[in-house]
């Protein structure tokens, strides 16, 4: 067995480079403010009840200023304290937010939806009515992004502490029970799908400072990374990369049962390149393995959507990529493999890295006070390396988890690349999701937002177009 190890990657903003993406932001400026043409103001709809609307504008009033860290973990430098959104540093933009792009909901509704008995019509009642006012606010406003409060009496029978925020990590592929509960988020998020507005759920108990939620600097700085993100289709980093090297086509590929379990389709999150734009594509219908009860695509069926990813690539980009990898959480069937392959060679790429992403059950342990360290590679075979993505970090001495870590296996299938480039890409990918600004995410976005992806398209009828930006279904 053989050790390695990979430094924190870093991640390029608009006056450098810093590996945490709340310092980059609060130091360098987002990475767009390198383009011209950027757009510097994000206008806002709200959608809840008069209370919650009140409260959250005095919330956004409040990020718009310094908000200091919280001193639990100040002295770690794991807490940042949050730079504001404005236009003078930081997101260098500004939220635009008044009773013209509001729509109160009525309290009469409320408890009309409440009174009724059945679980599954309560949820979908509640749905049609954020849904209604969605479309107001995104046909005939036109905000850039649109925030639904849950009212606090949705929670327990609308919203479920535990079914409504389950993390990236729940493996979709492995869940035999039939979902049959419907998920709000999820079925929001599909019925939301329709129109051309991102939005961002919001539970009430988020607009107060108490224990249940995130300390007030830790929520602005997540709430606000989002907004910016899917308001202005923008990206607030990206990796740094060697320029001299071709360029790279990152590939997630998951699949998801339908909410009964009869079907399994595929979902592919494409990321264009390390800026992290992409293209979110919806798979046919796919086989289950007799012996180990895994979904793969055929070969026609895995050929056909990767050839459809990289021409969406080309005609965003204007080319090819010179390398494309692939990521998928299970193994890569011959005839999966094959179709892959010959998708690839069909449109003359050489250069090519297929790769499993996986849970393992191996924990390695230091002879210190902390797990092992983030960016630890220890390799068990020639194609199969543990991976820590997660754990302690050197910059700041510390493991700023809660429980021991978990690592990744990755498991190379094809490759062109050495060992080290393939962690070392796996390892900045869990730096890339702009849902939070946390810079250790388990796992690469490509992984996890194929898995969010997954989620919601279980929502949407067969005849309905699923959007191609992650910002709709993050």
């Known amino acids: 067995m053989k050790a390695d190890y990979i430094q924190e990657p870093f991640l390029l903003f608009g006056k450098g480079k810093s590996i945490c993406p709340r310092e980059g932001i609060a130091e360098l400026n987002v990475y767009d403010t390198v383009i011209e ?65 509001e729509r109160i909901l009525s309290p009469n509704d409320i408890k009309k939806i409440l009174k009724e008995p059945n679980r599954d019509q309560k949820v979908l009642d509640a749905v049609e009515l954020f849904g209604e006012n969605i479309g107001f606010l995104s046909d005939i406003k036109n905000c850039d992004v649109i925030i639904c409060i849950i009212p606090k009496s949705f929670e327990g029978k609308i919203v479920k502490e535990n079914k409504d925020d389950e993390p990236v990590e729940q493996d979709a592929e492995d869940s035999g029970e039939p979902e049959l509960e419907l998920n709000f988020r999820r079925a929001l998020k599909a019925r939301a799908m329709k129109y051309n507005t991102p939005i961002q759920l919001l539970r009430e108990y988020v607009l107060h400072d108490n224990n249940k939620s995130q300390d007030a600097a830790t929520k602005a700085w997540n709430f606000c990374t989002a907004l910016y993100y899917k308001g202005l289709q923008t990206i607030p980093w990206k990796l740094d990369v060697d320029e001299n090297k071709p360029k790279v086509c990152f590939v997630g590929i998951g699949f998801y049962r339908s909410r009964d379990k009869k079907t399994i389709q595929t979902s592919l999150a494409q990321i ?37 990813a990289l021409t969406k690539y080309k005609f965003a980009t204007g080319t090819l990529p010179g390398r494309v990898v692939l990521h998928k959480t299970s193994k890569y069937y011959e005839d999966e493999l094959d179709g892959f392959i010959q998708a690839m060679q069909d449109l003359g790429i050489t250069e090519y890295d297929i790769v499993t992403v996986m849970e393992t059950d191996l924990r390695f342990f230091r002879n210190n006070l902390y797990p092992p360290v983030r960016g630890s590679v220890f390799s068990l075979t020639e194609n199969r390396h543990i991976l820590y993505t997660r754990g302690s970090v050197h910059q700041y001495q510390t493991y700023p988890g809660m429980y021991i870590p978990a690592p990744l296996e990755v498991r190379i299938v094809e490759s062109v690349s050495s060992v080290k480039t393939v962690c070392k890409e796996v390892l900045g990918l869990t730096k890339m999701n702009w849902n939070n600004t946390q810079f250790d995410n388990k796992y690469p976005i490509t992984i996890g937002c194929a898995r969010r992806v997954g989620e919601i398209m279980k929502y949407l009828g067969e005849n309905e177009q699923p959007k191609e930006s992650y910002a709709f279904y993050m």
């Open 272 to 308: 264009f390149n390390e800026n992290g734009k992409g293209v979110i594509l919806r798979g046919t219908p796919v086989m289950e393995d007799k012996d180990d009860r895994k979904p793969h695509l055929s070969y026609d069926q895995s050929l056909s959507l990767l050839k459809d």
């Open 37 to 101: 043409a950027r757009k510097n103001q994000l206008l806002l709809g709200i959608i809840g009840i008069e209370e919650d609307v009140e409260n959250l504008k005095g919330w956004l009033k409040r990020f718009e200023s310094y908000i200091p860290a919280n001193p639990k973990g100040k002295q770690k430098g794991l807490f940042k304290p949050f730079s504001g959104f404005n236009q003078d540093k930081g997101f260098c933009a500004k939220l635009i937010y008044d009773t013209n792009y």
